[in-house]
């Protein structure tokens, strides 16, 4: 695949991200494509730890944390394969630290391996240097992709 290729894909990806209702998780968490590269095949998102995430500890919910790792994790796999979404097959994540609600979680990942048939990730999760989680995770590469829900 070509960086031009990669690059459209990304693009096309965060637009169709941008215009899913008002009510989905990226849009809850807020997030936003920091950068991408492609000769490392990674890239970075940020995301808002706001009070609708707040647990009863006070803090973060840590299934925002997993939503974090796998939005992040889909959209380099949309960048890296030729179709829209790929199904997570499994999806480890490790809470490190707690994190405040008002923080801004970066959440950093690149590909292990990128098969025809799996995709290997792994990640990193920091609210400004201190890293509060990390995750590996394993998507599908569909083909052709399974329509699961009928219109």
Known sequence: MSRET??????KRMK???QNDEHSIFRELQGELIEYDYDTKSLDMAFE?????KNGFGIMFGG???????IAFGTLTAGLG??????????TVNFLKGVATGSRVIVRV???STGKTLMNFMGK???GEEMVGSAMGTFMTPRPFKKYVED
């Open 16 to 18: 169709d991200l941008k």
């Open 82 to 91: 030729d179709y829209d979404i790929a199904p997570t097959a499994q999806l």
């Open 49 to 53: 730890a706001t009070e609708f995430h």
């Open 64 to 70: 925002s944390l997993v939503g974090m790792f796998d």
């Open 6 to 11: 990669f690059e459209a894909r990304m693009e």
């Open 110 to 112: 690149e590909a292990v």
């Open 125 to 127: 999760a920091y609210v």
